[in-house]
């Protein structure tokens, strides 16, 4: 069974979700401040979290930027009144995988919960089976240590910029829409959002060009979106 942590500040919310996701055959644990659940998740381990972005104490963005930096991946549903867009486009872009607009239905966020983690086995079943160094010019991601390296030198990716990394490299010549990456990448689709992708190739170009303004390895396809450069290997 997996297990869920919410941190939610509404109780009549978090009694809610905690009584319908225990029916989904969820373990579910509940926080009602930003300070307690950053706690919980520092000291146990969870499979998911929902995490509401308003939390008094402190804010879900902080809570999303901190469980980042921590060693382990842990999956977010962020969720979040729609008045709030800019701040929940901002929660994607520090790393939250999904998210859902108040008010939503407890079914539809049981199925994003169960989508995500098939996504996440999908992934991982990936990892094992492509074991293979990709490889191009000076620069190698090893995907089963989840490791990037570019003449030698260790580049320290975040998982989602990883992530999207991989695909491309997968993927050598092939151009892809930003709303094909956020499909592929991000496992969602949604106009508007394709700033997200750009934020996130812009951090890794940073990350792994050695000249970001002319970049060799994640290039623009004009009118279309990006592509990795031709001619990478498995080695």
């Keep these: 069974m997996k297990r869920l942590l919410i941190i939610e500040d509404d109780p009549d919310i978090g009694d809610m979700l905690d009584i319908n996701l225990r029916d989904e055959g969820f373990l579910v644990e509940l926080a009602i401040d930003g300070l307690s659940g950053l706690h919980k998740l520092k000291s146990q381990h969870y499979d998911l979290l929902v995490l509401d972005l308003m939390l008094p104490g402190l804010d879900g963005l902080e809570i999303c930027r901190q469980v980042r930096l921590m060693p382990h991946y842990l999956p977010i549903i962020m969720i979040s009144a729609k008045s709030q867009e800019n701040q929940r486009v901002l929660g994607l872009e520090?790393?939250?995988?999904?998210?859902?607009?108040?008010?939503?239905?407890?079914?539809?966020?049981?199925?994003?919960?169960?989508?995500?983690?098939?996504?996440?086995?999908?992934?991982?079943?990936?990892?094992?089976?492509?074991?293979?160094?990709?490889?191009?010019?000076?620069?190698?991601?090893?995907?089963?240590?989840?490791?990037?390296?570019?003449?030698?030198?260790?580049?320290?990716?975040?998982?989602?910029?990883?992530?999207?990394?991989?695909?491309?490299?997968?993927?050598?010549?092939?151009?892809?829409?930003?709303?094909?990456?956020?499909?592929?990448?991000?496992?969602?689709?949604?106009?508007?959002?394709?700033?997200?992708?750009?934020?996130?190739?812009?951090?890794?170009?940073?990350?792994?060009?050695?000249?970001?303004?002319?970049?060799?390895?994640?290039?623009?396809?004009?009118?279309?979106?990006?592509?990795?450069?031709?001619g990478g290997d498995a080695v």
């Design 94 to 230: 520090l790393g939250a995988d999904d998210y859902l607009g108040k008010p939503f239905s407890v079914s539809e966020l049981a199925a994003r919960i169960r989508a995500l983690f098939r996504r996440i086995n999908a992934l991982e079943h990936s990892l094992h089976v492509k074991t293979g160094v990709l490889s191009y010019q000076d620069l190698l991601i090893d995907p089963l240590k989840h490791e990037v390296k570019l003449a030698g030198q260790a580049v320290t990716l975040t998982a989602k910029e990883f992530e999207l990394l991989l695909f491309f490299a997968r993927h050598p010549g092939k151009a892809f829409t930003r709303l094909a990456l956020l499909d592929q990448v991000w496992g969602y689709q949604h106009d508007g959002y394709e700033h997200t992708v750009n934020s996130h190739i812009n951090r890794l170009r940073g990350k792994i060009e050695r000249n970001a303004a002319k970049p060799q390895f994640i290039q623009t396809v004009w009118g279309v979106g990006y592509k990795f450069a031709d």
